[in-house]
C-alpha cells in the first residue's frame, strides 16, 4: 500500500477517498488489484473536455463474469446537471462510480465523457476530470493548509484562501490556534462531520473538476450534519456535472434526474417529485426512509425492501 502514496500526487488522494467509500481492506486490495490490469490505450489522447455531458449506455459489468452486476444500465448527466443514484443496498450504485474512474473496464456497453469513450483516453487525465467529495472524510494527519492544498499540486496559499472561502470553512480556520498551520486528523485537532467535507469540498475546489461524484455516507448522520451537507453539496455541484451516489436519500431531492438502480437495471427514472407521484419502488423507499428517520423502521431496515 505504501507505494501508493509516492509519489504523493492527486491518485494518492483519489484512492485515499475511494478508499474510505470501500467497507473494508479486502475490498481495497481487490480494486488495487484489479487497477493494475486496466491500462492506457497504446498512444491514448488525453481526455478533452468541454462542459463534461456524462454518458452511461448500456452498461454490463460483473466483478466475476459469472455474476453480472450491472446488466445495461443507461443514464446521460447533461453538461452541468445532477444526476442521483439510489436503489437498495448491494444493487450496483458504488461500481457505478468505479467503473467511471475506470478502476475496471465494463463488459459491454460504454461510458463516454463529451463522446469520449473513457477507455480510450489516459487515465490520468480521466481521473484529473472527476472530483470526489466523500462524506466521510478521512484527514492526512497534517495541517489544514496541507489537507486543503492537496487538491492542486502547487497551490498558493492565496489560492487555498480563496478555496476555503468558497467551501465556507474559512472564518472556522481562522478561529482555530495556528489558523491554515493547526494539526488536524487523528493526531490533531478532530473536526466535526461537516467540517471535514468542508476541507474536502475546499481542496475540490481547488482542483475544479469538470465532473463530480459526490459519494454519500452509508451510515446515518445526525439531521444538522446532513442539511449542512447538502447545502454543500447544492453550492459545490452548482454547474458541474454531478453524479450523486446515494445510499440514503436526503441528497437527492434536488436532483434534475434520480434513477433508482435495482438488481442491476435501472427500474425508475425521474424527478423526485414526479417519483413520488408515481407511487412506486422510489416512493416505497422514501416513505420507509421517513418512517426510519422518525424511528418507526430502522434506517438498515429499510434500505434493503424496495
Ligand atoms: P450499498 O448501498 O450497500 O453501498 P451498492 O448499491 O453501492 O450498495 P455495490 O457496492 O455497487 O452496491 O455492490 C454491488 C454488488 O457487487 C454487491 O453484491 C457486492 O457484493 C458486489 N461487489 C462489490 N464490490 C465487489 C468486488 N470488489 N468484488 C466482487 N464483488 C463485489
Known amino acids: 500500500l505504501l507505494q501508493l502514496y509516492q509519489p504523493l500526487n492527486f491518485f494518492g488522494v483519489v484512492y485515499r477517498e475511494i478508499k474510505q467509500s470501500l467497507t473494508d481492506i479486502e475490498s481495497l486490495v481487490t480494486l488495487l488489484g484489479v487497477d493494475r490490469e486496466v491500462a492506457d490505450a497504446p498512444g491514448a489522447p488525453a481526455l478533452a473536455v468541454d462542459g463534461a455531458e456524462l454518458r452511461f449506455e448500456g452498461v454490463e459489468f460483473g466483478y466475476d463474469p459469472r455474476r453480472p452486476i450491472l446488466k445495461g444500465v443507461s ?3 447533461p453538461a452541468g446537471k445532477t444526476v442521483a443514484i439510489v436503489g437498495p443496498s448491494g444493487a450496483g450504485k458504488s461500481t457505478i462510480s468505479r467503473l467511471l474512474f475506470r ?5 459491454a456497453g460504454r461510458i463516454l465523457i463529451d463522446g469520449q469513450n473513457i477507455r480510450d483516453v489516459t487515465q490520468t487525465s480521466l481521473r484529473g476530470a472527476i472530483g470526489i467529495v466523500p462524506q466521510d472524510t478521512v484527514l492526512f494527519n497534517d495541517t489544514v493548509f496541507y489537507n486543503i492544498a492537496y487538491g492542486r499540486a502547487g497551490a498558493s496559499p492565496a489560492e487555498v484562501e480563496q478555496a476555503a472561502r468558497l467551501a465556507h470553512i474559512h472564518e472556522f ?5 495556528d489558523g491554515y498551520q493547526t494539526m488536524v486528523g487523528e493526531r490533531g485537532l478532530k473536526l466535526s462531520g ?4 468542508r476541507v474536502a469540498i475546499a481542496r475540490t475546489i481547488l482542483k475544479n473538476p469538470a465532473i463530480l461524484l459526490f459519494d454519500e455516507a452509508t451510515s446515518a448522520l445526525d439531521t444538522h450534519t446532513e442539511r449542512e451537507i447538502q447545502a454543500n453539496l447544492r453550492e459545490v455541484s452548482r454547474g458541474r456535472t454531478t453524479l450523486v451516489i446515494a445510499h440514503r436519500l436526503s441528497t437527492v431531492i434536488d436532483a434534475d434526474e434520480i434513477l433508482v438502480l435495482d438488481g442491476g437495471r435501472v427500474i425508475e427514472r425521474g424527478r ?5 407521484a408515481a407511487g412506486g419502488a422510489y416512493a416505497a423507499l422514501w416513505t420507509r426512509q421517513q418512517d426510519a428517520s422518525q424511528g418507526v423502521v430502522p434506517v438498515a431496515e429499510a434500505l434493503p425492501e424496495v
Request: net charge negative.
Open 103 to 107: 478502476f475496471y473496464d465494463v463488459n
Open 194 to 197: 461537516g467540517e471535514k467535507q
Open 272 to 276: 423526485h417529485a414526479e417519483l413520488l
Open 173 to 177: 480556520v481562522m478561529g482555530l490556534p
Open 75 to 77: 443514464f446521460t448527466v
